[in-house]
């Protein structure tokens, strides 16, 4: 997969993002100078997981025939330091299903949201390598 993101400078920081079939946008908040006309990186990394969460658990509640009448996710997160002053990421993410389910079956939908790709990349290792383009 490839997402190719441009600044748009005559509007800020304002950053449009695409992968060839949809676009998005980006923003930095007005306290670091931006517009706040989108989300910020640290969002779309949060929605990310709650997106991916949610069609994970979406899939499986189908192929299941579960009786959910309701599923949302909501992700917080909190910015620190570790002791070495490595960024520490933490997020939390809160689950809410309604519909007539069984404790079993409620359990079973908390660990397939462990199991979303998402999920197991930010708990996996990640590299990152960059160059200039030609």
């Known amino acids: 997969m490839n997402v190719q993101a441009h600044l748009h400078r005559a ?21 670091l100078g931006g517009g706040d006309l989108a989300p910020d990186p640290h969002e779309l990394l949060d929605g990310a997981l709650a997106a991916c969460t949610l069609l994970t658990l ?3 509640i189908r192929r299941k025939q579960l009786a959910v009448t309701h599923l949302s996710v909501q992700i917080e997160h909190v910015e620190t330091k570790g002791e070495d002053g490595t960024p520490l990421y933490q997020l939390q993410r809160k689950l809410t299903v309604e519909g007539g389910l069984s404790d079993v079956e409620r359990q079973r939908l908390l660990e397939i949201a462990g199991r ?10 990640v590299r990152i390598a960059t160059e200039w383009s030609s």
Do not use: K, V
């Open 11 to 31: 509007a800020g920081s304002l950053t449009t993002l695409s992968n060839g079939r949809q676009a998005w946008s980006a923003d930095i908040d007005r306290t």
């Open 58 to 60: 979406e899939l499986y």
């Open 116 to 125: 979303c790709p998402i999920h197991r990349i930010l708990e996996g290792e």
